[in-house]
């Protein structure tokens, strides 16, 4: 993600300050430290690290008037405050904020394919990106079979010390993440949902880590429904028709990423079009590369990193015309 927002920067001849995460700053430390190496200059690359004073650095940040930009990736919430503390100096900026992706599978779709591809969206970083799918809706006449080819392969993750032989997937990122996910399963539970794979806490491991979780009978009413989990829970939808889906899909304040696996030609241009999201995966749960312009709509925020818009967010455009040079160019 730092190299998403300082690569494109240095590109364009601009100097950085990064508030580093707080609760992992040594990623962006070491790339800063990294690039010293490499002979960036000191004070090019600039990190600052934060924890409990993060909104007092972020102020510093956003009224500073040397600072003409901000680039942010958080939740809705957080981008909202930075953009009211960018107004008085009417920064530009670029906000990357919270998802909650839809991941569809069609009756025509290659359900084994749809399978990799859930397994890749939903679980990668423990279902930690804003991009993970959040809402896997499956048609129903290929439900069953999705549901138990999906559970078997998520039977098959192994949980543990990333640095151990073997192991897929390691901790959330704090007490809070499980607590969310913790929330999220006990809240489907009670409203009829069945979870058929996982669904509880690891403590031999440490307090952060929980089992990745299946569960099959959601409903809309249900918390996993309109909010963002970011943890290892999948919960599997089912819906009858086309237009069903794209209006339950649509269904939030939010629209960074979304994903449906079919073999109808004609339905992936509907669909892909229809979809009120900044990026879709076809037939593919994986979408980011440095070549492609990632970001969102709606509440999801504006701007994008990657590709050429990515570089662009970090230009002006100034238009020159010259005069008194000879004979103008039309009489």
Do not use: W
């Amino acid at each position: 993600m730092i190299t998403r927002k300082i690569g494109p920067a240095l590109a364009t001849g601009c100097t950085v300050v990064c508030k580093a995460p707080g609760e992992t700053p040594f990623t962006s430390l070491a790339i800063a430290e990294l690039g010293h190496r490499a002979g960036i200059p000191k004070g090019v690359v600039n990190i600052v690290t934060a924890l409990d004073n993060t909104p007092e650095v972020g102020e510093a940040l956003t009224a500073n008037p040397t600072v003409k930009k901000i680039s942010f990736t958080g939740s809705t919430n957080v981008g909202k405050l930075l953009m009211r503390q960018c107004a008085g100096t009417l920064k530009k900026m670029s906000m990357e904020l919270g998802g909650n992706a839809p991941f569809i599978v069609f009756d025509d779709a290659d359900v084994d394919a749809a399978v990799a591809g859930a397994v890749a969206s939903k679980f990668r970083s423990s279902g930690q990106t804003c991009v993970c799918a959040n809402r896997i809706y499956v048609q129903s006449g290929v439900y069953d079979e999705f549901a138990d080819k999906f559970a078997a392969k998520v039977r098959e993750f192994k949980v543990g010390n990333g640095f151990d032989d073997g192991t897929t997937h390691g901790p959330l990122i704090h007490d809070r993440a499980v607590d969310k996910v913790e929330a999220h399963i006990r809240d489907a539970e009670r409203k009829g949902g069945k979870v058929v794979v996982g669904g509880g806490k690891i403590a031999r491991l440490g307090a952060n880590f929980y089992e990745p979780t299946v569960i099959t009978g959601m409903t809309g009413d249900m918390a996993m429904a309109s909010e963002e989990t970011f943890g290892p829970v999948a919960g599997l939808f089912s819906f009858d028709t086309e237009d069903e889906v794209v209006k339950l899909a649509n269904a939030t304040n939010v629209g960074l990423a979304g994903y449906f696996f079919s073999r109808d030609i004609q339905r992936v241009h509907r669909i892909a079009e229809h979809l009120e999201v900044g990026m879709v995966g076809v037939n593919t749960g994986l979408i980011s590369d440095p070549a492609s312009p990632f970001g969102g709509v709606k509440e999801s925020g504006f701007g994008r990193e990657g590709s050429l818009y990515g570089i662009s967010e970090y230009q002006v455009t100034k238009m020159v015309t010259y005069g008194g040079m000879g004979q103008p160019l039309q009489k």
